[in-house]
Antibody, heavy 118, light 108 residues
Framework: QVQLQESGPGLVKPSGTLSLTCAVS?????????WSWVRQPPGKGLEWIGE???????NYNPSLKSRVTMSVDKSKNQFSLNLSSVTAADTAVYYC???????????WGQGTLVAVSS | EIVLTQSPGTLSLSPGERATLSCRAS???????LAWYQQKPGQAPRLLIY???SRATGIPDRFSGSGSGTDFTLTISRLEPEDFAVYSC?????????FGQGTKVEIK
């Protein structure tokens, strides 16, 4: 079955850029509709950040749109998230997930905690 | 943006009891693309129900989803010890995708 694994720094300085990568294994990134990033601040609910298709089309949450960039690397079977100008409010567990058509978000990475602190 | 409101915030029940969780949308969910997820501490969300009423692969039949338009329900027919967790609904029929704030099902 498809596996997703997030990677990236666990600590980012305020005003810096948070950069994460999601590696997809046991499946091709080209075989699904959309690949998403979702975050969850400590003790709070889930927030959708945005999504990217294997062809590079993207949709972002309007609340974060000015700071978010996503990209896909088909040769490495992975996709990435950049979130700029971070503050303490961006501290969260970041998940990558696959949206498979009408089936919702069926596969998720284990999540990675990113703290924003000096 | 579609706002999803879940109720109740916390549900205190005993094993073997029936759990009924509600998710109300601020506007109609396109294609009834409404999903339910289960999340335990320190774990990623797990897809239970998609398209409002279809069970995901491997999900026990004690979990069922119903509803359409703006009102959706997740029912757990008889709670097992491993079912005590947080449940979140999500609409993915329009952008931005949005989640409810979650319902915690705790042991009474």
């Amino acid at each position: 079955q498809v596996q997703l694994q997030e990677s990236g720094p666990g600590l980012v300085k305020p005003s810096g850029t948070l950069s994460l990568t999601c590696a997809v294994s046991s499946g091709s990134i080209s075989s699904s509709n959309w690949w998403s990033w979702v975050r969850q601040p400590p003790g709070k609910g889930l927030e959708w950040i945005g999504e990217i298709s294997h062809s590079g089309s993207s949709n972002y949450n309007p609340s974060l749109k000015s700071r978010v960039t996503m990209s896909v690397d088909k040769s490495k079977n992975q996709f990435s998230l950049n979130l700029s100008s971070v503050t303490a409010a961006d501290t969260a567990v970041y998940y990558c997930a696959r949206q498979w058509g009408s089936h919702g978000f069926d596969y998720w990475g284990q999540g990675t905690l990113v703290a924003v602190s000096s | 943006e579609i706002v999803l409101t879940q109720s109740p915030g916390t549900l205190s029940l005993s094993p073997g009891e029936r759990a009924t969780l509600s998710c109300r949308a601020s506007q109609s969910v396109s294609y009834n693309y409404l999903a339910w997820y289960q999340q335990k501490p320190g774990q990623a969300p797990r897809l239970l129900i998609y398209s409002a009423s279809s069970r995901a692969t491997g999900i026990p039949d004690r979990f069922s989803g119903s509803g359409s338009g703006t009102d959706f329900t997740l029912t757990i027919s008889r709670l097992e010890p491993e079912d005590f967790a947080v449940y979140s609904c999500q609409q993915y029929g329009s952008s931005p995708r949005t989640f409810g704030q979650g319902t915690k099902v705790e042991i009474k």
